[in-house]
Nanobody, 120 residues
């Protein structure tokens, strides 16, 4: 089994910054892509950003230029640096990881979510 533990959420004023972290642990041989998603009240979960094991990134248009995704492969950890935050960024943020545990087991895992609230 694999567990993803997120941290770094909280309350921030508009224009402020937060950094989210997500560490994967358990039976891990390799991690392919890792990513961040978010879900605001009454809305569907949406992609925020993804990063491959080689460092290629993809962002939602709404966060381009403000958010930066990165990862530390040695620590099995993915980060999301969020700058110039807006009230519409308020949501529960979830990380996920595409994990190869052994030659026969490859799954996508999700974290429990961390609340980000942008408000004055």
């Amino acid at each position: 089994q694999v567990q993803l533990v997120e941290s770094g959420g909280g309350l921030v004023q508009p224009g402020g910054s937060l950094r989210l972290s997500c560490a994967a642990s358990g039976i891990i041989f390799s991690i392919y892509s890792m990513g961040w998603y978010r879900q605001a009240p009454g809305k569907q979960r949406e992609l925020v950003a993804t990063i491959t094991s080689g460092g290629s990134t993809n962002y939602a248009d709404s966060v381009k230029g403000r958010f930066t995704i990165s990862r530390d492969n040695a620590k099995n950890t993915v980060y999301l640096q969020m700058n110039s935050l807006k009230p519409e960024d308020t949501a529960v943020y979830y990380c996920n990881a595409d994990v190869l545990s052994n030659i026969l087991l490859r799954n996508t895992y999700w974290g429990q979510g961390t609340q980000v609230t942008v408000s004055s």
